[in-house]
Structures are given as C-alpha cells and as structure tokens.
C-alpha cells in the first residue's frame, strides 16, 4: 500500500515539476512599433500567440522616431517595428541591434475626413477655405508626417496650408485628432483608414509618387538578442500569415 502511494506521489510530483518547467520556459518579449500598425499588428499576434502560447507579447505604439530614441536611450524592447528604414539604420549605427534589418511592409498615405458624407478631396482641395485645420503627424520624428509634407511640397501648396496645419505625435494621434473635429481633414495612414471603427472608406489614396516610398523595417536590439519570442516574431513577420493580414490593412509588398 505504501509502495503505491510513493508511486502516486511521485507521480504528482512529476507532474507538477513539468508544468512549473514550462511556466518558466513561457517567454515574454517587449515591441517597440509605430502606430500605424496598431489594428494589423493586433491581428498578426493573436494569430502568433494562437499558434504560440509559450510566448507573451506586449506591444507599445508609438512614433518611429520617439521610440527608437527611447531604444537608443536604453528602453527595454526587444524588437522595433519602424515605419520607415531610416530608424532601424540609426539604432544600427547606434550599435544596439542584435540582427540585420529587415522589410516587412510598404505603408501609403490618405486624405481623409470624419464626415462620412463630404466628397473625397484632392490635396489641391486642401487650400480650400472651408478647410480650416488639416491634421497631419509631425514630420520630425513620425515618417508619415514627413512623407505628408513632401506630398504637400510637391502638389505645391505646402506653403499654403501653413496656417492650417495642426500636428499629432504620431499617426494615430493624428487619425484620432481628425475624428474628434479638431481638424477638418487629415492625411492619415490607410491602415487606419481602413479600420471600421474609424472611418467606412471616406478617403483619397495620395499618389504614391508624390513622396519617398513608406518602406517599412525590423530589427531585433541588443535587448532582445537572446530572446526566443522575439525571434520567433520577428520571423513571423516575414510568413505569408502576417503578410496576408498586412495587406487586409492597407500595407503593400515591400
């Protein structure tokens, strides 16, 4: 009898140092990404941590710009999603990346405004005097912005639209800014135009020749060398599952 019981125990006990080895194996891993990402990338880890529930993921959403400074500076994320090529390049050059950089997606710019039943404007309508704020994200530090301003620049009413322009930290501040009223049309990233809860289609695309291509980079940081679940993300990026998700949302092959 007691030889059974030791044999239950044991049994117990086994069982038990297993799943508190996988508890311990379950990796977490911080990403730094740019907030046009924000409903894609959403879908992209469900889909990663259905397939893969060892692994947690915990998201920040940003401007590129802020947080690859924020990296630079020491933040602790083991992966950053740019929204451009030029701020995995500068962490890089910082030396605090743990891989090559890779693409993963080509981002466009919209013309878009709250009112679901305005026609669809041109950006020379946007000299319009009854557009009185037009919403765009800061060119400094988020490349939406930027890749707004040389839109504007080369439609050549950059000049014009000076006294309308009003700024968000990123690109969905910026989306969030035109919904709110706060302006009367803002250039926002189709990936945010297409999200339902936002806007059902009110919007121009922006002639993509108009401004420096939205190439879209990654890289893992000195942060996440060592980290599995960042690995494993990183390469989920570049599957047919995340690339099918990003196109859902308005992101093109890069």
Do not use: C
Not at 111 to 117: G, L, M, P, S
Not at 125 to 131: A, G
């Amino acid at each position: 009898m007691f030889k059974r019981l030791s044999i239950k125990l044991a049994t117990v006990l086994i069982s038990g140092s297993l799943l508190l080895s996988t508890a311990v194996m379950a990796e977490n891993t911080n990403i730094a990404a740019a907030a046009s990402l924000r409903f894609a990338l959403s879908d992209i880890v469900a889909l990663f941590t259905k397939q893969h529930p060892e692994y947690s993921l915990q998201v920040t959403y940003g401007a590129s710009g802020k947080l690859s400074h924020q990296i630079i500076n020491g933040a602790p994320f083991d992966l950053f999603l740019s929204a451009d090529m030029q701020r995995p390049l500068q962490l890089e050059a910082a030396k605090v990346t743990a891989s090559p950089i890779q693409a993963y997606a080509l981002g466009r710019i919209v013309i878009w405004q709250a009112d679901e039943t305005a026609p669809a404007l041109t950006l020379a309508d946007l000299i319009r005097p009854e557009i009185h704020k037009l919403a765009i994200a800061q060119p400094a530090h988020a490349p939406y912005g930027k890749m707004a301003q040389q839109a504007l620049e080369a439609a050549d009413i950059w000049q014009q639209v000076q006294t309308k322009l009003v700024f968000g930290e990123n690109i969905a501040q910026t989306a969030q800014m035109t919904q709110s009223g706060a302006a009367d049309a803002g250039i926002i990233a189709l990936s945010l135009a297409k999200n339902p809860n936002i806007t059902r289609d009110n919007y121009s695309l922006i002639d993509a020749s108009l401004h420096q291509p939205l190439l879209h980079g990654l890289v893992l940081t000195k942060s996440g060398a060592n980290n599995h679940a960042a690995k494993s993300f990183a390469n989920f990026m570049q599957s047919a599952a995340a690339e099918e998700i990003l196109q859902q949302h308005g992101f093109e092959r890069p």
